[in-house]
Structures are given as structure tokens and as C-alpha cells.
DNA sequence: CTGAAAGCGCTTACAG
DNA sequence: CTGAAAGCGCTTACAG
């Protein structure tokens, strides 16, 4: 491969200097409307492709974002992620951004082995996405990089997150219920497993509340034990006339589970989910749920980050991105 | 974010030069290990971290290389090239590279828009992972920058790839059939419809001619049109004993269209497909098929591009990576 | 074994 | 509207 044009050649070979092309090409109203396009003209003729390592060293930034994730977001039947990097990357390129996409074997998790990029300041921002564990957070914390925890958060470190707002779309989901005409509610999901499972049944709970309905223990249903196993979902004795699944994968699993006791939804039961996942749609019938905003969440984290970089360290706390209603035929009015 | 200490900083604290605190920091020959110890002792006290940014200005080369792949391949059931891509990335990442990972949306294929990473030279390398529309490989390869296709090959460029030995692996699996006393044996899949079915085909085909079985035209049969889309498969009036489909959800298809025609599978036809998916497991039976090796292909890459920085454009042309058969419960020896 | 000099390709602040 | 100077943080080639 043959050396590469420069802004020197170009200037040379024009007879100016280069800070006049750096301008031109980076059309600065300093220089003429004129000559503005004869630099172009000639970088074009050249070949010329801008490299960006010089602008590096000088301004000491990179244009690069380091996005990690943990492998086991990368299962075979788990694409939530890709798509929500898909969205990231997509936001970070407009504003001039290139993201490095990094996904920590279990292995490296354990060992705290992290990234080149972080390793030799290769990026000028990381953006955790998905929870990892504590000691790998810290890990990267210690590089003292602009992070942003992207769809989890983490009350032991002061970082800025956006992540989706559970709790308002549980509550809005439960009150469309109402609307319809439930009363009686019940709410799938161990609200001891994790915490945005717990939000998820707080949504629920205020709209019970603000609508002056009494929470019944029974209805309650665990779908899954403390470490995040599923477990049998067990049907209580009387049943309510709708339920509030804390994800689409537990509202599949409470259809079948109704299904095969001889019920039918959504004429004897009304079944609402979470997130819009493949089990949503698979299911018969499919399944009413939350659609994630993912784009949105790519928008905001990349312009957070964006404007730390630029504007120094502010702090943003914990951004909910709102979701979206899905409606399909797993819930109904009550007759 | 206070400045970052550099080497300069460590050189004045020591009283030596920036010269030789680089020396010892990347463990040159050069310096006594009574110094480099103090070095490296001190540039941990001062929280030294590397700065890649004067290396990248310096060797005009930024040890990070771009993965550019469509956006079609990260549909919602897709799994397969994240997989890849985790493997293409750890193996460069143990060759100090960092990866940068644009997913090209198909408006951007559409309109030739590439990413930021290329555009200013901020990569050393790309790697097109996937097939992707002429047009724009040709837009990418305009850049100058070294390139490998990885999982396809295109024979209007002249790139080097690094792809799965198609030809051997159906060839391989055909074979065992044969062992296993099948000598009616047919392919499911439409040899028009795209490049590695074709080979596929070749592979199964030669397994039949050394073993002097007569190929059987009724028992070539089409699984998609040649737009790729797929189609109903039609079984035909008289049944092999043996079925190779070019990918496990056409072999998923092929046995559940056997199935309700009546027949079992592996009891009274053998089906075995390819890719080892999904499909493949969640087949009942479970399929027996070929496991492309992932780790190989991306190490491989990894190597390759490697070798082409560092040592100049070589070339390596089709480089080929074998599978390896898996077998489960979908084939079995006839009696 | 140690270090002074030069330079990678840009941009910014300033002078004209 | 144009340009000379300085400098970002490293590394290499060379001198001692």
C-alpha cells in the first residue's frame, strides 16, 4: 500500500498551507467560498481520506465508544441485546461516533480481564450494557472513563443509566385492565428476584391502588425462586379475572399453565407480559406487552455521553426511557 | 477528569528520560531491570495508564479493525454471526486489537453509506462479515484497506476469505450415510438459490459418484425459489432412504412434512442437515448435522489480518475452515 | 545501558 | 481571508 495523501499534499500541491486545507476541508467560515471547493476538488483528485489519528493526539479524544456486555446476554434464544447494540452504534455513528463492541466471556467476567480500548485509552466513554457482576463494574469504574450503565442500574455506584421505566409501564398496563373492567388482578413474577421485577409489581400496585383495589396475597404467583430459576407456576384456588406477568416468557408459561387447566384466554382470563420478546408473539394466543423503546435508549445514551465528553462530567442519575403498549389478543374487556 | 499522567510525567518524577521509561514499559532489552522495575513501580503509584494515541500517529496504524455486516443477519432467530463475532473479536483481541462492530442497516447498504470508522482511517482493517450487496463491498474495498470476507466469497473481488469447507462437510456427512448401508439417498435444497448451497450440493454429489450411485433427479428437491424465499417442500412418490438438506431448518422442515405424511424419521428415513442451529435441537428428532467451527474461523481471520498488516498485502485467497458432524437422533444406519 | 532529536497528521490560538 | 508556530504522546534510529 502506497503512502497516503495528507493535508500537506493537498496544500502543496495547491500552493497554500495546511491549516488552510484543515479549514477548508472542515468548511470553517475563515476561508473563501472559492477556495473552500478547490481544496475539495483537489483532496478528491488526491484521494485524500482524512485520518483522524492526528486529531486524536490533539484533542486527546478518539471518537470511540467501548460498549461491554457480558456472554451471557448472548444466548441462543436471546437477541434483545443486538438489537439494542444495533440501535447504540447507529446513534453513536451520527454524531461522529465508532463504537468498539466488546462481549466479556464468563471467563474474563470472573478474571476481571478487561478490553484493549480501556486498557491504552483507545475510547473516550464505556457504556456497560446489561448488568455485570460488581467487581468487573468496579474494574472498569477504575479507569476513570465516562460510563453510562445502559438497561440496568446499580445503587452502589454513582453512575448515570437509562434504562426502561418498569414501573410506569406496569402501572399503565394494569390500569388499561382496569379500564376495561378488571378488578381482580393477580401479578406473576418473584418480586424478590430482581429489581426490575420488583418495579414492575410496584407499577402494578399503585394502579391498584389509585383505584382503591385491595392487593390479594394469593394472586401473587412466584414464577421463579430467588436465583432466577424458574420454577412450576402454581395456579391459585379462585382465580382473578386478569393477570400481570412481570415478563412475556412467565405470561407464556401462565397461558399454557391455564391452558392445560382447562381455561381459556382471554375469555376466561385476560394474560398481559413484558418486553416484546419472541415468546410474545410464539404464543397462542399472542401475547398483549411492553414494548422496550430501544431507540430511544440508543438517542439518550449516546447524547449523554456525547455531552460528558464534551461538556465534562455532569451527572444525568437514572434516565427511564417510557415504553410502549403492544395490544394483542391475550387480554380483552370484561364482559 | 484531571489530566491523565504520561510517560513525561514518569520520566521527570525518575529523572531519566521519556525515551527510557517507554523502553521499560514495553520490556526492552534495552534497560536494566533494576530501572524497569522503578519504572513500572512508579508509573503504577502515578496511575499511568498507556495512551495508544501517540503509538497510532506514529505507526499509522490504530490496532483497531472494523466487522461490517448486514443488518439482515441479526434477525430475530439469528444467532449465528454474534456467535462469530464474539470469536472473530476475542481472537484479535489477543492479538491486541480492539474491533469495532457496525451492523449496516439495509437503508445504508441501499445508499453506500459506511461507517465513520473507515471514513477517517480509523481502522487498520475491515472484515465484511456475511454476504453484502456488490455495490457496496466495491464502496468498501474503495478505501484501500485490508480486507477479508469472512463466511462468504464473492469471485468478482479478488479478497481473500475465510469460509466453511461447505464442499467437504456435505461430502463428510453423505459418506457416513453410506457407511451406515444408504445408497438412496436425496438433497433437499435449491442448487440455483445461493453460492454455498451449491457447493453443499457438489460435496453430497461426490460422495454418490465415488461411491458409483446413480444420481436420482426426483430426489433433488427445492426448498426455497431463487429469490430465497422458501417454499413448501414437495416429497416426491417414491421416498430415499436418506435425506441431505443444505441447512437444519430445511432438514427441521423436511422431517416435520415426513412426519405428517406419515412416515418416521429416523425409522423410516434418515434426514441429516447442516449448520447445527436451532433448528437442529428443537427438531424432534433432534437432527444430526454439521457444526461449523466458529473458534477456527475466527482465529483464522484474526491471523490472516494479522499477517496482512504487519507483514504487507499478502495474499491468501479461499482459505477453507471444516466443520465437524455432529450426530443425534434424525439419521441411523439402515437395518 | 541511556537519551536527544525528529516526526507521525492534525488543530488551535494567535499574528498579520 | 491566510498562515507560521506549537504541540498532542508516543517510538524509532542513532549517537554516546
Known amino acids: 500500500m502506497n503512502k497516503r495523501v495528507t493535508m500537506k499534499d493537498i496544500a502543496e500541491r495547491l500552493g497554500v498551507s495546511k491549516v488552510t486545507v484543515s479549514k477548508a476541508l472542515k468548511d470553517s467560515p475563515d476561508i473563501s467560498q472559492a477556495l473552500k471547493e478547490k481544496v475539495i476538488k483537489t483532496a478528491q483528485e488526491m484521494g485524500y481520506i482524512y485520518n483522524a489519528k492526528g486529531r486524536m493526539l490533539r484533542e486527546n479524544l478518539t471518537y470511540s ?40 466471556s464468563r471467563n474474563d467476567e470472573e478474571s476481571l480481564s478487561v478490553p484493549n480500548a480501556l486498557l491504552e485509552q483507545k475510547i473516550d466513554g464505556v457504556v456497560i450494557l446489561g448488568q455485570m457482576s460488581i467487581d468487573y463494574i468496579k474494574r472498569v469504574l477504575d479507569f476513570n472513563c465516562p ?59 399503585k394502579a391498584l391502588l389509585e383505584n382503591r383495589i385491595e392487593l390479594n396475597k394469593d394472586w401473587i404467583i412466584k414464577d421463579r425462586d430467588d436465583n432466577n430459576n424458574f420454577i412450576d407456576i402454581l395456579l391459585p384456588g379462585k382465580l382473578p379475572t386478569a393477570f400481570v406477568c412481570n415478563c412475556d416468557k412467565t405470561a407464556y408459561l401462565t397461558i399454557e399453565k391455564l391452558k392445560s387447566a382447562g381455561y381459556k384466554v382471554p375469555d376466561d382470563i385476560s394474560v398481559v407480559g413484558f418486553d416484546d420478546s419472541l415468546h410474545a408473539v410464539l404464543s397462542s394466543p399472542k401475547i398483549t406487552t411492553v414494548r422496550v423503546n430501544m431507540e430511544e435508549m440508543g438517542r439518550r445514551t449516546a447524547k449523554i455521553m456525547f455531552e460528558k465528553i464534551k461538556q465534562g462530567e455532569k451527572h444525568y442519575g437514572k434516565v427511564l426511557i417510557k415504553g410502549k403498549i403492544i395490544v394483542r389478543e391475550s387480554a380483552k374487556p370484561l364482559k
Open 65 to 104: 465508544i467501548g460498549v461491554i456486555s457480558s456472554e451471557k446476554y448472548y444466548g441462543k434464544d436471546d437477541y434483545f441485546y443486538i438489537d439494542l447494540y444495533k440501535h447504540l452504534s447507529n446513534s453513536f455513528e451520527k454524531l461522529g461516533f465508532t463504537t468498539t463492541f466488546n462481549i466479556i
Open 147 to 205: 460510563t453510562i450503565f445502559l438497561d440496568f442500574y446499580c445503587d452502589r455506584f454513582n453512575v448515570d443509566c437509562v434504562i426502561t421505566d418498569n414501573f410506569f409501564a406496569t402501572y399503565e398496563i394494569t390500569n388499561m385492565l382496569i379500564e376495561q373492567g378488571h378488578r381482580e388482578i393477580g401479578f406473576v413474577g418473584n418480586i424478590h428476584a430482581t429489581s426490575s421485577i420488583q418495579d414492575r409489581f410496584l407499577g402494578y400496585y
